[in-house]
């Protein structure tokens, strides 16, 4: 059983003390895929209000650095793909075809199984990594169903699950990264291979965990 902490101990938790203050948070970013794919995204540049980002799309106030009075210990990475992001009723798992739901699928495994990603920080390559496949993040979707188009008998070996990349974080543990207050840094990716084809427009997202260090209030 987790212990109670004493009166005493509770000013560790106060929102209200001097100097630093430490969160759980991540930093992340997230971009449009077109079907025509290009060979190189570049993440953190775009801060909220800037083509059209909002909040759901990046919690950057600033362009490729963080604000005075904010630093980031990055402790891991990771590298999300949401296939076929049209966002309308007709285009969800449940309500498109057969062969639509093996589209995204097959879109998946197209591009976590290619690309490499970069990770600099003050014009220094800090990461270089491939495939995208070894940034598995640490929540997704998951679907599991049988599904066939009208007059078809389900075929479970064709027609069963969903395609997400799995396994253990990307961590960066023991060489964690420090971002100070007003220090450049990116991420992008990379298909020197030559652009991925999709079947419909997709999203991705990298998000970088870690801790937050803030001024008190």
């Given at each position: 059983?987790?212990?109670?902490?004493?009166?005493?101990?509770?000013?560790?938790?106060?929102?209200?003390?001097?100097?630093?203050?430490?969160?759980?948070?991540?930093?992340?970013?997230?971009?449009?895929?077109?079907?025509?794919?290009?060979?190189?995204?570049?993440?953190?540049?775009?801060?909220?209000?800037?083509?059209?980002?909002?909040?759901?799309?990046?919690?950057?106030?600033?362009?490729?650095?963080?604000?005075?009075?904010?630093?980031?210990?990055?402790?891991?990475?990771?590298?999300?793909?949401?296939?076929?992001?049209?966002?309308?009723?007709?285009?969800?798992?449940?309500?498109?075809?057969?062969?639509?739901?093996?589209?995204?699928?097959?879109?998946?495994?197209?591009?976590?199984?290619?690309?490499?990603?970069?990770?600099?920080?003050?014009?220094?390559?800090?990461?270089?990594?491939?495939?995208?496949?070894?940034?598995?993040?640490?929540?997704?979707?998951?679907?599991?169903?049988a599904v066939s188009n009208a007059g078809e008998v389900a075929?479970?070996?064709?027609?069963?699950?969903?395609?997400?990349?799995?396994?253990?974080?990307?961590?960066?543990?023991?060489?964690?990264?420090?971002?100070?207050?007003?220090?450049?840094?990116?991420?992008?990716?990379?298909?020197?291979?030559?652009?991925?084809?999709?079947?419909?427009?997709?999203?991705?997202?990298?998000?970088?965990?870690?801790?937050?260090?803030?001024?008190?209030?």
């Open positions: 059983m987790k212990q109670v902490p004493s009166r005493a101990q509770l000013s560790r938790y106060s929102v209200k003390r001097e100097g630093y203050e430490a969160i759980r948070q991540t930093l992340y970013d997230y971009h449009a895929l077109s079907a025509t794919a290009v060979t190189q995204l570049t993440f953190f540049a775009l801060p909220i209000g800037q083509g059209g980002k909002t909040l759901s799309d990046t919690n950057m106030s600033l362009a490729g650095q963080l604000p005075s009075g904010i630093e980031f210990l990055v402790q891991s990475i990771e590298v999300h793909f949401e296939a076929n992001r049209t966002g309308t009723a007709a285009n969800l798992p449940s309500a498109i075809g057969a062969d639509a739901v093996m589209n995204r699928i097959n879109d998946s495994f197209i591009f976590y199984n290619s690309g490499n990603l970069t990770f600099d920080v003050l014009q220094k390559t800090y990461l270089q990594e491939a495939p995208l496949l070894r940034f598995a993040p640490k929540t997704r979707m998951g679907i599991e169903g075929d479970a070996t064709q027609r069963l699950g969903n395609a997400y990349a799995q396994g253990r974080p990307y961590l960066l543990s023991p060489a964690d990264i420090l971002l100070n207050s007003n220090m450049n840094f990116g991420v992008t990716l990379n298909w020197p291979e030559g652009a991925r084809t999709y079947t419909d427009i997709a999203r991705v997202g990298i998000v970088l965990d870690g801790i937050l260090y803030r001024k008190s209030q």
